[in-house]
């Protein structure tokens, strides 16, 4: 039973520039969320996805979007890419029971430089 | 804000009992009480949640005090391969509120 899988795992990009991160969800589950990671610091909520709508957001700009397609997976988009963007991106889904535990990825590392 | 105190770190011999606190004295009555650990390069594992009666299961023990504001994490026979961040985290269990508010954890360090 393949966990929570996101591509790609590594990825370097240039200030001002877009980038789109894919996530697939733990199987069973419906709900995807994602969390942005800085060094040593705990991950922040970005957004949470469910029957391909965004549910609840984070304190992110509207340069960080998503999508959730109708199998579930989901991509991350980031627009006008800046230097504090570098971090950890975690994907984590979760079937829509209201105490059911997100399950995580192992994230992307994106470096913008 | 979190809503979870933690000590930032802690260390735990090979084979003793690592008890990890967390304080969270704010905790309303559907607030469940999560607990994950994340190991360096990788993202955070899932160990155990509750909401008032202790837990157990293959990973871990969660005791959670009766006035509910504060819980422990029990690892039974700790190896170096516990060694990680954990992370402690209260989130409602009623629909309206999804996101988890990570603090910055304790680092657990288990020494050979």
């Known amino acids: 039973d393949a966990g929570v899988t996101q591509s790609p795992t590594h990825l370097i990009k240039t200030r001002g520039q877009q980038v789109t991160l894919r996530c697939s969800p733990k199987s069973g589950h419906d709900t995807v969320s994602w969390y942005q990671q800085a060094l040593g610091q705990g991950p922040q909520f970005i957004f949470q996805?469910?029957?391909?709508?965004?549910?609840q957001r984070g304190n992110f700009p509207d340069r960080f979007s998503g999508h959730q397609f109708p199998n579930y997976s989901s991509e991350l988009n980031v627009n006008a890419l800046l230097l504090g963007d570098s971090a950890l991106y975690l994907c984590a889904s979760s079937w829509t029971g209201a105490n059911s535990p997100l399950h995580f990825g192992n994230g992307t590392r994106l470096t913008v430089t | 804000d979190a809503k979870t105190t933690q000590p930032p770190s802690m260390d735990c011999a090979e084979g003793r009992a690592a008890n990890l606190p967390c304080n969270h004295s704010t905790i309303s009555g559907n607030e469940y009480v999560y607990w994950y650990r994340q190991i360096h390069s990788q993202g955070p594992q899932y160990i155990i949640h509750?909401?008032?009666n202790n837990e157990t299961n293959e990973m871990a023990s969660l005791i959670i005090t009766e006035d509910r504001k504060s819980s422990t994490l029990i690892l039974p026979h700790a190896t170096l391969r516990d060694t990680a961040v954990y992370y402690c985290i209260v989130r409602p269990s009623s629909s309206g509120t999804y996101k988890y508010i990570f603090g910055t954890g304790t680092r657990l360090k288990v020494l050979a």
């Open positions: 509750g909401l008032k």
């Open positions: 996805y469910y029957e391909e709508e965004e549910r």
